[in-house]
C-alpha cells in the first residue's frame, strides 16, 4: 500500500490511476481490482470485476468454459473474459454485487445452500455430489 501511495503521489499527482493500463502497472493491482476501481472511482466501465464467488458461481450454472471448450474457466480472469463475451454491457457493474452476496450466504464452496437456492432447479451443478480433491471424500455441490 505504501509503494502504490508513493507512486501515486509522484507519478499522478495524488491522485489514482485513470487508465486500466495504468492501474494495473501498480504493484500488486490485478484485473479484479483494476476494473473495480475503473468503475467506481472513474465510472468508466472495462470490464467485469470477477473474484472467487462470481469465479464459482459462474462456473457451477455452466456460464463460461475455456474458449474452444466446455471446460470450465480456471482462474477468475478467464471468467471475466468468458463472462464478457455474452453478458450485455450494462450488466457488468451489477452482476459482481449479485453474485458475491449469493456467494456468500447461498451458493459457498463448500456445503452450497441448493436446498435454499432459487435457482436450483436451474442449475447443472445443484445437488450433485463431487470428489474433495485433498481429502478424496465427497462433499455436496
Given at each position: 500500500?505504501?509503494?502504490?501511495?508513493?507512486?501515486?503521489?509522484?507519478?499522478?499527482?495524488?491522485?489514482?490511476?485513470?487508465?486500466?493500463?495504468?492501474?494495473?502497472?501498480?504493484?500488486g493491482i490485478g484485473?479484479?481490482?483494476?476494473?473495480?476501481?475503473?468503475?467506481?472511482?472513474?465510472?468508466?466501465?472495462?470490464?467485469?470485476?470477477?473474484?472467487?464467488?462470481?469465479?464459482?458461481?459462474?462456473?457451477?450454472?455452466?456460464?463460461?468454459?475455456?474458449?474452444?471448450?466446455?471446460?470450465?474457466?480456471?482462474?477468475?480472469?478467464?471468467?471475466?473474459?468468458?463472462?464478457?463475451?455474452?453478458?450485455?454491457?450494462?450488466?457488468?457493474?451489477?452482476?459482481?454485487?449479485?453474485?458475491?452476496?449469493?456467494?456468500?450466504?447461498?451458493?459457498?464452496?463448500?456445503?452450497?445452500?441448493?436446498?435454499k437456492c432459487g435457482v436450483?432447479?436451474?442449475?447443472?451443478?445443484?445437488?450433485?455430489?463431487?470428489?474433495?480433491?485433498?481429502?478424496?471424500?465427497?462433499?455436496?455441490?
Amino acid at each position: 500500500m505504501k509503494k502504490i501511495a508513493k507512486i501515486c503521489i509522484s507519478k499522478y499527482g495524488g491522485d489514482i490511476p485513470s487508465s486500466l493500463e495504468d492501474l494495473l502497472a501498480l504493484p500488486g493491482i490485478g484485473p479484479k481490482m483494476a476494473h473495480l476501481v475503473m468503475n467506481i472511482a472513474w465510472d468508466n466501465v472495462h470490464g467485469i470485476c470477477v473474484d472467487t464467488h462470481v469465479h464459482r458461481i459462474c462456473n457451477r450454472l455452466g456460464w463460461v468454459w475455456r474458449a474452444g471448450s466446455k471446460q470450465k474457466t480456471s482462474t477468475p480472469e478467464e471468467t471475466r473474459v468468458a463472462l464478457q463475451l455474452w453478458l450485455p454491457k450494462e450488466e457488468w457493474v451489477p452482476i459482481n454485487p449479485l453474485l458475491v452476496g449469493f456467494g456468500q450466504t447461498i451458493c459457498t464452496p463448500l456445503r452450497p445452500r441448493c436446498d435454499k437456492c432459487g435457482v436450483s432447479e436451474f442449475c447443472p451443478s445443484a445437488f450433485k455430489e463431487t470428489q474433495i480433491k485433498k481429502t478424496g471424500g465427497s462433499k455436496k455441490l
